[in-house]
């Protein structure tokens, strides 16, 4: 979800501003994604490098996400969404971290859309932890290393459970992952648009959708043998 900074500042409204603007894209594209019937979606709300950005953007983002939180769970419930939250949730502030399990466990039975938050995630860390829990787990003797595999691997991670992306969308026109679900976006999709996250809107999402549509996923096979499975 970038570009709030930049809408801002085109704007001459502090940083903040943008941001606050975000959460209302984020509130529409929840919306549009559970009308569409898609299963999972997930959102880089704030990566392990943004605990570098000044203090009071920090707080800031920290307040909105409790925000959201707070002013979303019942339509989450009546929509029958399942939250989750995925990163290094022990540095959050301890408000937020009860705030984001609070709902997590409410919304835990819900079978709708899973939305899956990725706070204080960077993807490098998530591996680095699953690499040590296999590592102990064959120092103790209970995993032999030829039992390593790539679904032991994904099981591992702070996503085990969730399917791989089909499609990751980036707005505000940077070509790069950000340490965003690197392992699991091995075969997604990407979506590059220059439009910024607070005018990433529903026309902007069924917009990429319908660029996703109509490609075609090989998954490294050839045309024709995608051909020969149908
Ligand atoms: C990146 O844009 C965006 C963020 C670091 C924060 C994203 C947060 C929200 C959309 C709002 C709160 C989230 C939820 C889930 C309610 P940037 O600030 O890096 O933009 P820039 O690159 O233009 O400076």
Redesign the pocket.
Known sequence: ???????A?QRGFS?VQ???R??D??KEIVETARELGIEFLT?????TE?WE?PEREVDA?MR??R??LRSEVNKMMRHGIRLRAIGNLRRLPREVLSDIRAVEQRTRANEGMTVQ?AVSYGSREELVTAVRRLARKVRDGVLAPEDIDETLVSDSLMTAGIPDPDLLIRT?GEMRLSNFLLWQVAYTELYVTDV??PDFRRPQFLEALDDYKRRERRFGKTAEQLGQEV
């Open positions: 979800m970038d570009g709030n900074g930049r809408w500042t940083r943008g941001h606050r975000g959460k894209s984020v959102l880089y709300a704030f990566s943004n950005r983002l909105l996400l925000h959201y938050l505000s910024l996250w």
